[in-house]
T-cell receptor, first 113, second 116 residues
Framework: LAKTTQPISMDSYEGQEVNITCSHN???????ITWYQQFPSQGPRFIIQ???TKVKNEVASLFIPADRKSSTLSLPRVSLSDTAVYYC??????????????FGTGTKLQVIP | GAVVSQHPSWVICKSGTSVKIECRSLDFQATTMFWYRQFPKQSLMLMAT?????????EQGVEKDKFLINHASLTLSTLTVTSAHPEDSSFYICSARAHLAANEQYFGPGTRLTVT
């Protein structure tokens, strides 16, 4: 399983774009990259998933370079409600049904008014 | 989207008693469910992987006789904390995979267990 490394914490002002980078040097060919958001005392919530290049949805963008050894979650114009812990996960869940995904330390994002 | 529920959302029990936590996939069939434990200000730690109709696979350091997992149907998995002690107090979270080809886990809201 690829180990991930993220900054422990980040601060940002409201309305700014936030980019959180995750390193996963040992990513395997079949691994996907998934980002989750977690608020205190709640389960993680899926944000976005990608395999390569760029993925975008209504809440975030995910940039993955060609070597896939890192990925960057981009949150446009953050608000106070985006204050949460963001986890980058790497793993292959498509084979055999028994693949597990390990959570790293996550990045605590604090949005400042 | 896929929804996973947990019951109860919080529970307080006395030391030495057992507590059962349910994890249900509400609108999909989950062949695999995962159980995590999260202590305050820490990340999620995987405890075990639960597959429907077979024995759960426990992570290293997790006592299988203390944390009993049953995945009797494609929509329900249960975690029973037996002979609970104060150090078992934690936030327990389950997640489910919709089907074998899915690269996504859906997480439940979590259960706060406090052992007094």
């Amino acid at each position: 399983l690829a180990k991930t490394t993220q900054p422990i914490s980040m601060d940002s002002y409201e309305g700014q774009e936030v980019n959180i980078t995750c390193s996963h040097n040992n990513i395997a060919t079949n691994d996907y990259i998934t980002w989750y958001q977690q608020f205190p005392s709640q389960g993680p919530r899926f944000i976005i998933q990608g395999y390569k290049t760029k993925v975008k949805n209504e809440v975030a963008s995910l940039f993955i370079p060609a070597d896939r050894k890192s990925s960057t979650l981009s949150l446009p114009r953050v608000s106070l409600s985006d204050t949460a812990v963001y986890y980058c996960l790497v793993g292959d869940m498509s084979s055999g049904g028994y693949q597990k995904v390990t959570f790293g330390t996550g990045t605590k994002l604090q949005v400042i008014p | 989207g896929a929804v996973v529920s947990q019951h109860p959302s919080w529970v307080i029990c006395k030391s030495g008693t057992s507590v059962k936590i349910e994890c249900r996939s509400l609108d999909f069939q989950a062949t695999t469910m995962f159980w995590y434990r999260q202590f305050p200000k820490q990340s999620l730690m995987l405890m075990a992987t639960s597959n429907e109709g077979s024995k759960a696979t426990y992570e290293q350091g997790v006592e299988k006789d203390k944390f009993l997992i049953n995945h009797a149907s494609l929509t329900l998995s249960t975690l029973t904390v037996t002979s609970a002690h104060p150090e078992d107090s934690s936030f327990y979270i389950c997640s489910a995979r919709a089907h074998l080809a899915a690269n996504e886990q859906y997480f439940g809201p979590g259960t706060r267990l406090t052992v007094t």
